[in-house]
C-alpha cells in the first residue's frame, strides 16, 4: 500500500488506482478494479481491460492556450507533479502525474495526462476526457476552485447507488468528471 496521503485517484486502463493530492490524507492502494473507461471524441466506451492482453492505457491528452499555467492548476488542485516536457511548435506539451514529489510521481506507473499546445481556450467540448475518482468530493471541490477551476453545477448522487459525481472545468476549459464511491 502506498500512502502518500491521496485524496484523489485516477483510473487507467489497466484498471488500477493511484494517488494524488498528498495534502488531503487519504490512502489507496494499487490494486485491479471492475472496469476501465475510456473517452474519445464525443462517446464514451467502457472497457473491461485484461492485463497481459496487449492492450493499454494511453496518456489522456488535454489541450489549452498556455500549456505552462494549465500544468501548475493540476498542481495545486491535484497534486500532480511535471513528470516531462516537450518542446513542441507553440509552446511545450507538458506531462503530468500524481505524486507528492516529482521522483514519486515519475515512478508512478499510472499513465501521464499530457497538455498539449491549442491556439484558443475558447472550446465547447461538454465531454470529460478524463475520470478521476476522489475520496472526498467536497475537499475536491474546494481545490479545484482554490486553484482557478470551476465546477458545470454541484455534485450530485448518481441515483440511489451511493455515488456521487461532479463535473470539474479546468482554468483551460477542459472538463473533467469526478465521482466519488461509497
Known amino acids: 500500500m502506498q500512502q502518500s496521503g491521496a485524496g484523489f485517484q485516477r483510473q487507467t486502463g489497466e484498471n488500477a488506482q493511484h494517488e494524488?493530492?498528498?495534502?488531503?490524507?487519504?490512502?489507496?492502494?494499487?490494486?485491479p478494479q471492475f472496469a476501465g473507461e475510456a473517452r474519445s471524441g464525443t462517446a464514451r466506451r467502457v472497457f473491461n481491460f485484461r492485463p497481459g492482453r496487449g492492450v493499454q492505457n494511453t496518456p489522456e491528452q488535454h489541450g489549452a492556450k498556455d500549456t505552462v499555467?494549465?500544468?501548475k492548476f493540476y498542481q495545486a488542485a491535484f497534486g500532480?507533479?511535471?513528470?516531462?516536457?516537450?518542446?513542441?511548435?507553440?509552446?511545450?506539451?507538458?506531462?503530468?502525474?500524481?505524486g507528492?514529489?516529482?521522483n514519486a510521481a515519475k515512478?508512478?506507473?499510472s499513465e501521464p495526462i499530457v497538455i498539449?499546445?491549442?491556439?484558443?481556450?475558447?472550446?465547447?467540448?461538454?465531454?470529460?476526457?478524463?475520470?478521476?475518482?476522489?475520496?472526498?468530493m467536497t475537499?475536491?471541490?474546494?481545490?479545484?476552485?482554490?486553484?482557478?477551476?470551476?465546477?458545470?453545477?454541484?455534485p450530485r448522487p448518481f441515483g440511489n447507488t451511493g455515488v456521487v459525481i461532479g463535473m470539474?472545468?479546468?482554468p483551460a476549459g477542459n472538463r473533467l468528471e469526478l465521482i466519488q464511491r461509497p
Open 69 to 71: 499555467a494549465l500544468a
Open 100 to 102: 507528492g514529489t516529482i
Open 20 to 31: 494524488a493530492a498528498p495534502r488531503l490524507g487519504v490512502q489507496s492502494e494499487d490494486r
Open 116 to 136: 498539449m499546445h491549442r491556439d484558443s481556450d475558447d472550446l465547447k467540448d461538454p465531454i470529460p476526457h478524463v475520470i478521476l475518482n476522489v475520496k472526498d
Open 80 to 98: 500532480m507533479q511535471e513528470v516531462n516536457r516537450i518542446g513542441a511548435g507553440a509552446g511545450p506539451e507538458i506531462f503530468v502525474n500524481f
Open 107 to 109: 515512478a508512478n506507473k
Open 139 to 154: 475537499a475536491t471541490v474546494a481545490a479545484i476552485k482554490a486553484a482557478g477551476g470551476s465546477m458545470a453545477g454541484d
Open 168 to 170: 470539474a472545468i479546468d
